[in-house]
């Protein structure tokens, strides 16, 4: 290998990490803005006590619709709560759905995926013709009708949208199989004995699943958006709860009679969140995926 | 003097992996050749020797993360590499003419092959439509398509393997090219039909008064159909000459083997098999690059090998080459 | 005969697809959580009242007897009635399509417009600056949420700038509408030569409508994008380029090339789109079907929940079936495939 910028050497085995993140850094640098937005909006979320100046659902009786200004910095809602500690605790809510979402996702998904891909025959082509058959329904819609079916609680948002994101990693982690199938390693693992299973966890699990990786950023900016359209609507979590969504259902009749802040800056927030999300999804999918740059 | 001349062509391939730091392939050091008119020239050599990079180079096709960084292609005369994009464009297909490997998948799908026919004579010269229709059926029947008027209004997805390559060997004639390039030109198509093809493409050539260059890794395509051989071997050339005299007296140990691994001397069990993998292009050894699955190599082959000229109009690039002129295969 | 036999063999499929539909529909009031006879009833019903509106509305029989049933009702046109406007929910549903039809055809169309040829662009010149900035405008697109844009473009062009009108409806509050001719105020003002109606039917589309241009077109640039660059890389451009074929003709290859992917990507995502819509109205109170939908949703109107998604579903179908039968149609190589 002719290596220009650095010659392998003892010293920089020493940090193979650091120097592979420079390296993604400077290929993509949608994927390192997206990866420092989303780090960020983590470390808010983490530490959102010690940031915000007011408790977040704390109202202030005297300030209520405040402009912003030096106490309260994006000013107060039609509660009197505090905006700018409103917004940074939304970040929690943004996490506390979007993560357990996509687990979830991933948990039913690959599996099935691995499966179904492997077996192929009729139980695949009837899953197949089954989510072909989904996509008549707008997802939107789906989520809000089916959520508000269920009763609007924050488990019930992470599960629907878990459950209707699922198919998008059967699709990718069973094309990865489909690939895979006949290729010489499985046969080979397969025509040395090993057990389905073994083929399925130790030979097309971990190829199988770069692919889905690489999808997780840009479902969890989906997840966001989704759970906070639910919330806007009131299917999902309800008012007084910090979260963008709602906030933005709360400020939605003041956008018309000037008080503009109450939902601008949850929007905002909400908008550079998911950016981050599909910034590094966007990225994450042209560092896995070879084939995508020319 | 000859009508192509290539000189010290070199192209690389450049990327970047992971780890972010610059990969260098060598993919073409230093390749020469030169075909006249009249004359059949064969480019042949194993997958990766470079022989179709070596077409796309001289043609100005190499797209990133290829890149030509050296060598001249004198084409009557003027450098190619020299032309501004526009006229070089305005070249291909006109003077010189590329027939590629998948005919099916390369004419534009959405097109009717009289169209593509029509088309490429009108962008490159002032036609009437009429003209340019009566040649084009006249072409079709000259590269033996029955029926050439109903055939022009065929779609590309309705003609087998064979009618596509003859359809394209059609659109890459119909210019009255000077060179025609023809990569891989029968890969995928029956026996029968590779022969017709060839059978066709060399008789256009000398009828024409063209030259051609036919890039396969067929030896019995060469020996039947070409004039002069040039064997590739990891981006380099390591012998050219007379058809004749390469694949009489071979000089070189890698076109012995590539002679020695043909099926028929196979059968006869007096080939050694050989093989082992190609050098690793981003890391080519110094010296000799067939140095590794050579079996006559000694300690001066870690020392670069230069042409060694064993009859007039035939090198070979190995130190041994005089040696192993007269030895049987 | 190559149309006749597609839409044959289409029909085999949709009929199953018709009643897995209908069965999803069925199943959604049914998944738990709201009981829609006790809100009905309201809390304070007593059991006797429970008993007989779950008699009336037919619960107390089993499953698929109830399941059966819905069916022949939904194929006679019975979508029961909804409780929030006493109406039969075919008839609001009837009412309110062409409303939101026309918001949609107009976003999308125009997010089609700037898109396509965006996308096509942009595949000609991969990693140049325009291909980073349409890049970064189209991950834009698919971050914003469309009620929060909705309401953005309301306070800065009608709160801050007065250029648009109050987002309540789809014509001024004064202005007559013109008589119903296709159900879209803008054309059947203009048909019945109405300036000033068409005028402000014209001026209420404006903000919605660029609205959902914004979030459709940041698809559409993506996948155009990708759907020509790989016939930029395919065997056919390369051969069109080794022919020297000028630029123009290559970029017109490329285009008629991705036309059909492109054509099918965009019917896809109407789907989806119907959704940004509902939101859109919402926003904007258009008082289409989208509106109609999710007040009904919220509000936990069942029989007009049923009938909406069962006719957004519909729709879908339709729409993928116009969109099939025109690409068999303009496709050469499809009647090698039917």
Known sequence: MTTIDLPAGRSERRWPTLNRLVGVGRRSPTATVGFVIVVAFALMAIFAQY??????????????????????????????????????????????????????????????????????????????????????????????????????????????????????????????????????????????????????????????????????????????????????????????????????????????????????????????????????????QDLLNPRRKG | MALLSVEDLETHFVSRNLDNEVLVAHALNGVSFAVDRGQVLGLVGETGAGKSLTAQSVMGLLRPPALRVGGKALFDGTDLFELPTDTMNAMRGRDIALVVQNPRTSLDPLTRIGDQLVRIQRVHREISLADARKRAIAMLDAVGIPEPKRRMRAWPHELSGGMAQRVLIAMALINDPKLLIADEPTTGLDVTVQAQILDLLRDLVIDRDMAAIIITHDLGVVAHYCDRVVVMFAGGIVEAGPVGAVFGQPCHPYTRALLAATPERLALGSGRRFGGPPPDLYNLPKGCHYRDRCGHATELCEQTPSFVTVASDHDARCHYAASLKDQPL | MKVRRFLLRRLIFIVPLLLGIVFFTFMLVRIGGQDPVEMLAGPTATQAHIDLIERELGLDQPLLSQFLIYIGNVFTGNLGDSWISSQPVLDDILRRAPITLELLFWGVGLGALIGIPVGLRVAGRPDSWFDQCARVVSLFGFSIPTYWLGLVMLFVFFYLLGWAPPGIGRIGLVVIPPETITGSYLIDSLLTGDWEAAHSAFSHLVLPVTCIAIISAAPIIKHTRAIALEVYRGDAVRFARASGLPRRIVRRIVMRNSTVPVMTFVGTEITGLVGTTSLIEFVFAWGGLGQYGLNAIISGDFAAVQGYVLFLALFSVIVFLIIDLTVVIIEPRSSEAT
């Open chain 1, 51 to 284: 940031i915000t100046p007011h408790d977040p659902v704390e109202a202030y009786p005297r300030n209520i619709l405040n402009p912003p200004d030096a106490e309260f910095w994006l000013g107060t809602d039609g509660n009197g709560m505090d905006i700018f500690s409103r917004v940074i605790y939304g970040a929690r809510y943004a996490f506390a759905i979007a993560v357990p979402a996509v687990l979830l996702s991933i948990v039913i998904g690959v599996p099935i995926g691995l499966w179904t891909g492997y077996r192929g025959g009729l139980f695949d082509e009837g899953l197949m013709r089954f989510f072909d058959a989904l996509r008549v329904f707008p997802s939107i819609i789906l989520a809000l009708a089916v959520v508000a079916a269920a009763g609007p609680s924050v488990i019930n948002v992470v599960i629907v949208i878990g459950l209707l994101d699922s198919p998008i990693f059967v699709r990718v982690v069973r094309a990865e199989v489909l690939a895979l199938r006949s290729s010489t390693m499985v046969e080979a693992a397969r025509a040395a004995g090993n057990p389905t299973w073994r083929i399925l966890l130790v030979h097309l699990l971990p190829n199988a699943i770069q692919g889905a990786m690489a999808q997780t950023a840009v479902r969890a900016a989906w997840a966001v958006r989704i759970s906070a359209t639910l919330a806007f609507l009131g299917v999902g979590i309800q008012v007084p709860t910090p979260e963008w969504g709602v906030m933005i259902r709360q400020g939605a009749e003041y956008m018309v009679t000037g008080q503009w802040w109450v939902a601008l800056f949850p929007g905002i927030a909400l908008v550079v969140m998911v950016l981050g999300l599909n910034m590094l999804g966007d990225g994450l």
